[in-house]
C-alpha cells in the first residue's frame, strides 16, 4: 500500500502537530473520524497513546451527543474533562469527526478553547470524505 500523503492531507496533519507547537499548553492531539478511528495525530505522539485517545474521545463525544439530543439541547460543541494534571478537550470537526487535544495543567482553558475553535472553523471544510479515507488508510498501514 502506498503511505504517502496528498499535499491535502499533508497539509492537514501539519495543521494538527503546528497547532499543538503554537497552542501553550497543548500537549498531543488527534482527529478522529466519527467511528473512533484515527485520522491523524500531533507530532511526537505515540501511536499506541493516539489510537487510545482517539477511542476515548469517540466514546465521549458519543455520549455527548446522546445527551443532548435526549434532553433536547441541539448538538454537542464541545467537552471539557478536568484531570488532576491537566485537560482534555473534545470538539466536533464535521461529518462526526472530532478534534481531541490533551493539555497541561497549566494550560489557560479559554485560550486552548478559543484556537480549537479557530481551528475547526479554518480548517474543518479541508476533513472532506475523500481526505478522510486517505488519512484513515496511511494509519491503518
Do not use: C
Not at 492531507?9 to 501553550?24: G, H, K
Not at 478522529?32 to 484515527?38: A, E, H, N, W, Y
Not at 467537552?79 to 469527526?97: P, T
Request: negative net charge; glycine residues 6%.
Amino acid at each position: 500500500m502506498d503511505n504517502r500523503l496528498s499535499e491535502s492531507a499533508e497539509n492537514f496533519t501539519w495543521l494538527i502537530s503546528n497547532f499543538v507547537s503554537e497552542v501553550p499548553g497543548v500537549e498531543h492531539a488527534v482527529v478522529v473520524s466519527s467511528d473512533g478511528l484515527l485520522l491523524t495525530a500531533s507530532r511526537d505522539f505515540p501511536e499506541e497513546h493516539a489510537e487510545q485517545l482517539a477511542a476515548i474521545a469517540s466514546g465521549l463525544q458519543s455520549l455527548a451527543d446522546g445527551t443532548a439530543r435526549m434532553f433536547g439541547k441541539g448538538d454537542s460543541e464541545q467537552l471539557i474533562l478536568r484531570m488532576r494534571h491537566g485537560y482534555l478537550f473534545v470538539m466536533s470537526i464535521s461529518d462526526g469527526s472530532s478534534l481531541a487535544v490533551l493539555t497541561s495543567a497549566e494550560a489557560d482553558m479559554k485560550i486552548v478553547a478559543y484556537q480549537m475553535t479557530l481551528l475547526v472553523e479554518s480548517a474543518g471544510h479541508v476533513l472532506t470524505p475523500q481526505l478522510r479515507t486517505q488519512l484513515r488508510e496511511v494509519v491503518v498501514r
